[in-house]
């Protein structure tokens, strides 16, 4: 199911079932975004965590740099990006595990028509994805998946596996 979110509320938070772990780290995230789906299970991320990215703009290699700057410093975890020429810009895989191969995340029809600052954002056990329209919302994505990032231990941040799209108020 997926929540349409009305952000000058809490609605989405209270709507996210039984999964408290859920509720509790999405009201960390502001803006509250557009469209929030809730998903089975977690993503860990930690230190065996990479991020591919295309390399194909300095902005998504400076988003790429901040959010790994930005979880060493809040959560003393280091983690590494590679380079892959398989994926599209603007988009964005994290694997605890090398991928067999980079799949494309490809971004919904709505998500291209809502705006140029619009992204999705995809949590999975196995992995997260981020697929934007442009270098803005790649950033916005970064963002929000680092509001998400919860300190469960000093090994590993837990992200619950939720569906956020996402686009300008």
Known sequence: EIYQCDWSSDVCSSDLGN????????KNVLPIPQQIQPLNGT???????????SGKSQVEEFAVNRFIELT???????????????????????????????DVFAPSKQLTAKSAEAYQLLIQPDGVRIAANSAQGLLWGFMT???LCSTQNSLALQIPAL???????
């Open 19 to 26: 999964d408290a772990f859920a509720q509790a780290v999405i």
């Open 72 to 102: 060493e410093e809040k959560h003393h975890l280091k983690l590494r990006a590679e380079q892959s020429s398989r994926l599209p810009e603007f988009q964005i895989i994290i694997k605890n595990q090398p991928p067999a191969s980079v």
């Open 145 to 147: 998946l680092r509001q």
């Open 43 to 53: 993503f860990h991320l930690t230190a065996n965590s990479v991020i591919y990215f």
């Open 163 to 169: 569906k956020i799209t996402d686009w300008p108020h």
